[in-house]
């Protein structure tokens, strides 16, 4: 018996059989189409799916889909914001048409992310955890009392909106000074680029100009640790960030355990370090204390694994 799961980005679109043990059997990528309209999207996906479905040596029990929000939970009416072809789209009614006799179950890639890293990654074990994506985004899933927490409508957990510079810069949310407006890869870059960093140590008159590929927050990660003190302030001002938001997510849950993925998080102890030091200088309960942060394991299997999870430990990770 195996799962169909899917994890669907703004850069590409992942499909892969997991079995009961949570084993990735299989698993095909293909770019998001760039510019797709919700057909091209939607073809994409649905072809990709058929091809790894067929070739499930086992019966097929589900389909567990990870993708990004904002969407309607848990009917699974979708609108990523990083796929503007998809507005309101009927995802899971879609699968379900392809798919039927099954169950097709969706959350959000952060919290299915989570999901993976609490069943078979860095957060095995732990029964109170938060898992958190640091990427082009922050978002995060909450596991407590070792079962998913949903909230009202599935979004519980989205520690990138918590406020870490009440004057800060502005977020996509409409608010300032979120964590996501801080951290996230492209605002660090940005913000690097304000203070005059020349990426690659190449001169610039006009840095705020240069190509979006060599204003990256993976190049901004290279210049930190070769040594670029734009970059390493820049390092330093994501991990400040990460670490108070922890603070205060671990004063409101009680967690034992953190685990942060997403490109940034590959920095190391670049971005770990002065989190870590953040961290420890706001969480001063001494309940708060015991909390320890690890970088994820599963890569960029994670996804996959915590979207079949959604089928497979339902007694766990499903209240849809």
């Not at 997991?18 to 293909?30: I, M, N, P």
């Not at 995060?140 to 599935?154: E, K, N, P, V």
Request: aromatic share 4%; net charge negative.
């Amino acid at each position: 018996m195996v799962v169909l799961a899917v994890d669907i980005g703004g850069t590409k679109l992942a499909v892969g059989l997991v079995d009961t043990d949570g084993e990735l059997v299989l698993s095909e990528r293909v770019p998001t189409p760039p510019g797709g309209d919700a057909d091209d999207l939607w073809k994409a996906l649905a072809g990709l799916a058929e091809s790894v479905a067929e070739r499930a040596a086992g019966e097929l029990i589900g389909v567990g889909i990870g993708v990004g929000g904002p969407m309607a939970w848990p009917e699974g009416v979708v609108s990523p914001l990083n796929m503007p072809g998809w507005r309101d789209f009927p995802l899971v009614a879609r699968l379900s048409e392809r798919f039927p006799g099954i169950p097709v179950r969706i959350h959000n890639d952060a919290v299915a992310f989570a999901v993976a890293e609490h069943w078979r990654g860095a957060g095995h074990g732990s029964d109170n955890m938060l898992g958190m994506v640091v990427s082009t985004g922050v978002g995060g899933g909450l596991i407590l009392g070792g079962h998913l927490i949903d909230g009202g409508t599935g979004n519980a957990g989205h520690i990138g909106h918590i406020i870490v510079e009440p004057d800060g810069p502005a977020c996509g949310c409409g608010g300032r000074g979120c964590l996501e407006a801080v951290a996230r890869g492209p605002a660090l870059a940005s913000w690097a680029l304000a203070q005059g960093w020349q990426p690659g140590g190449r001169p610039s008159l006009e840095p705020l100009y240069l190509e979006a590929a060599a204003a990256s927050a993976r190049q901004l990660a290279f210049d930190a640790a070769a040594g670029d003190p734009i970059a390493l302030a820049a390092m330093r001002r994501a991990g400040r960030a990460i670490g108070l938001a922890l603070a205060s997510a671990t004063h409101l849950c009680d967690l034992d355990l953190v685990t942060i993925g997403g490109g940034l998080s590959q920095a190391g102890k670049l971005i770990f370090d002065p989190l870590e030091e953040s961290l420890r200088a706001h969480a001063r309960m001494d309940f708060a204390q015991r909390v320890r942060v690890l970088p994820a394991a599963l890569g960029q299997d994670a996804g996959l694994i915590g979207a079949a999870a959604l089928i497979l430990r339902s007694d766990r990770y499903w209240a849809g």
